[in-house]
């Protein structure tokens, strides 16, 4: 009896272990040339050259910011949805190669893939906030910061709603 208590025992934490590896701590390589570069590429914000500080108002310097901070947007939306489509090309694909389709793989993978892209568009959003802060007021750096936090849960659950859709 004990032996077959510990033979389950034994059972139980391989399984756990294995499943912790594979949710957890391997990061699938997207091994895809697109999507890696589209959540590593670094984004190009325009900001407002200092040397005009004294030649427009701060109404207009926050309007630059608020264009550079759409436009940063914008381009993390394009590159999210396109590393969607990448991920849903590759699951067609294995359905229709008769493959298997592990869930586990494809969270990892993309999920790997759209923690690049967060990390990177919260880069670019950090050096937008930061300018704002110092040339405009901590009030509408806050104001700022709290519509780009709205933004990425809407993201969350947009995507949520649509990778529910896909597979």
Do not use: C
């Not at 004990?2 to 391997?26: A, D, P, S």
């Not at 910011?65 to 969607?84: C, G, P």
């Not at 690049?116 to 050096?127: C, S, Y």
């Not at 809407?154 to 859709?165: G, T």
């Amino acid at each position: 009896m004990k032996k077959i208590l510990l033979l389950f025992m034994v059972v139980i934490i391989t399984i756990g272990g294995y499943f912790t590896y594979v949710f957890f701590i391997k990061s699938h390589d997207t091994a895809d040339e697109e999507v890696d570069q589209l959540a590593d590429e670094a984004y190009e914000v325009n900001l407002p050259d200092n040397s005009t500080e004294g030649q427009i108002n701060p109404a207009e310097r926050m309007a630059f910011y608020e264009t550079s901070y759409e436009q940063l947007i914008k381009e993390a939306e394009r590159r999210m949805d396109e590393i969607v489509t990448e991920a849903q090309k590759e699951y067609v694909t294995k359905k229709q190669n008769g493959e298997d389709i592990s869930f586990s793989y494809f969270f990892s993978k993309y999920n790997s893939a759209a923690d690049r892209l967060e990390t990177n568009t919260d880069k670019g959003f950090q050096t937008i906030h930061e300018h704002v802060k110092e040339n405009i007021g901590e009030e509408k750096a806050i104001d700022l910061k709290e519509e780009y936090i709205q933004t990425k849960k809407q993201w969350r659950a947009d995507l949520l709603a649509e990778v529910q859709q896909s597979f």
